[in-house]
Structure formats: C-alpha cells, structure tokens
C-alpha cells in the first residue's frame, strides 16, 4: 500500500520566499507530526494533529511556521519569509492511532522535502 | 540540552559480526525507546521499540536492551550484513506526551563485506 509522501522532495527559496510543503499521510492515521531534520542532526518535532486538530504545535520555532490538517488528512507546513537557518529536511510522519500512548505506536516517515533557502 | 544522545557518530564493523549502537538519555518521563533506520534521501524507518517496563526486546536478528538506571540502551545487530549499512536514530516518547518523539543525532554504521 502506498506510503507517507510528501511533496516537493526539493525547494530552493530565496531569502524572503513564503514556501509551503505538502505531505500525504498514510489512509486512515490518525495522527500526523512535522519534523525538522538540520544537517548532522536527529528529526526535531515541530507539531503534531489528531485528526484535523492541532493539539501541540510547541516545537514551531517562530510564529513564520504555520502548520494545517484542515479535513483530518493532508497537511502543509506553510514557512513565510524564509531565513537561511529555516534550510533543513522537513518531514512528516503519520501514526494509526492517538491518545496518551501514541508514542507507542509506529511512526511512518515519509521521504522528507529539502529546503535550501538562498 | 540533549535528552537523547548517541554519542558515536559513526560505526564500522565486519560483516558476520556484532553492531552495537548505543544511546544515553536524560528525561525520566520517557517511558517508550525506539530505534529507526535511515537510508540516504530516504525518511526514517522503524525498527525496533521497547517500552520502560522491560529490559530487552529482539526481533529477528535485532536486539534493544534498556537499562533504566543507568538511562542507557543499546542495539545489536547479529550477525552484520552490508545491508544495515545506515544511519540509526535512538529515539524517545514521554509519559503523558502527544507521542512526539525525541531523537538522538544518529550513529552512521558501516558494515564492510
């Protein structure tokens, strides 16, 4: 069955740019977290949705991100006036279920976009 | 401050033999341990898990083992094929979280035939 896909793999913004990044959960997840990946470093979480609630969106790093599920299912991360530190692969993971123990549920990544902000 | 941390940025071994990975962390509210699997361009994926209550789990060729007081764990890879080649993330959920996970910076293992 088809995976979490995210699109584009690849944008270069210019500084200033708005850009927004798509991402297609696996059908059905209930869950959907954004991840920010810098070079040489671990995922770092940005927001997560149960469905189309936002319920924790604390890992945003300035009011520039705005992350959305509106129908429960696709989601995009919207960055508006892109920086040069924003430059990073963003992914997306979705998860089956929710609640207090979704941590212990398999998170699916997708492949993730590279943004390279110029 | 790091919660999660792999502090080998890389790892080479002979095929046939033992991959051991480790990862330290600092929260005592993180009750569930997993580890992913990246391939270059490629999102992480799923591993192994363990939740806090046990001290190991194996799956296949694939061993997690978490010593609590120490708020250490480790992964076993045996034997090593040229194909775990990779880069592996330790990862942690909290108690009481979204299920958010808190990565490590990854240990890029290398399995030379």
């Known amino acids: 069955g088809a995976g979490v896909s995210q699109s584009p793999r690849y944008k270069v913004a210019k500084r200033g740019q708005d850009v927004a990044l798509r991402c297609d959960p696996i059908?059905?997840?209930?869950?959907l977290f954004w991840y920010q990946q810098a070079l040489g470093q671990g995922p770092e979480f940005l927001t997560y949705?149960?469905?189309?609630?936002?319920?924790?969106k604390s890992g945003l790093p300035s009011d520039r991100f705005f992350a959305e599920r509106p129908e429960g299912s696709v989601s995009t991360l919207k960055i508006q006036r892109t920086q040069q530190e924003d430059s990073a692969v963003y992914l997306c993971a979705s998860s089956l279920r929710a609640g207090l123990r979704t941590g212990q549920y398999e998170q699916y990544f997708g492949p993730g976009t590279r943004l390279t902000v110029t | 401050d790091q919660q999660v941390k792999q502090n080998s940025p890389s790892l080479s071994v002979q095929e046939g033999r033992i991959s051991i990975l480790n990862c330290d962390y600092t929260n005592s509210m993180f009750d569930y341990f997993l580890w992913y699997k990246k391939y270059p361009a490629e999102g992480p994926t799923f591993l192994i898990s363990?939740?806090?209550?046990?001290d190991k789990n194996e799956d296949g060729r694939f061993t997690v083992f978490l010593n609590k007081s120490a708020k250490h764990l480790s992964l076993h890879i045996v034997p090593s094929q040229p194909g775990d080649s990779a880069v592996y993330f330790c990862a942690a959920s909290a108690r009481g979280s979204q299920g958010n996970l808190i990565f490590g910076k990854g240990t890029k293992l290398s399995v030379k035939p």
């Open positions: 949705f149960q469905n189309e609630a936002q319920l924790d």
């Open positions: 059908s059905g997840h209930v869950s």
């Open positions: 363990i939740s806090s209550i046990k």
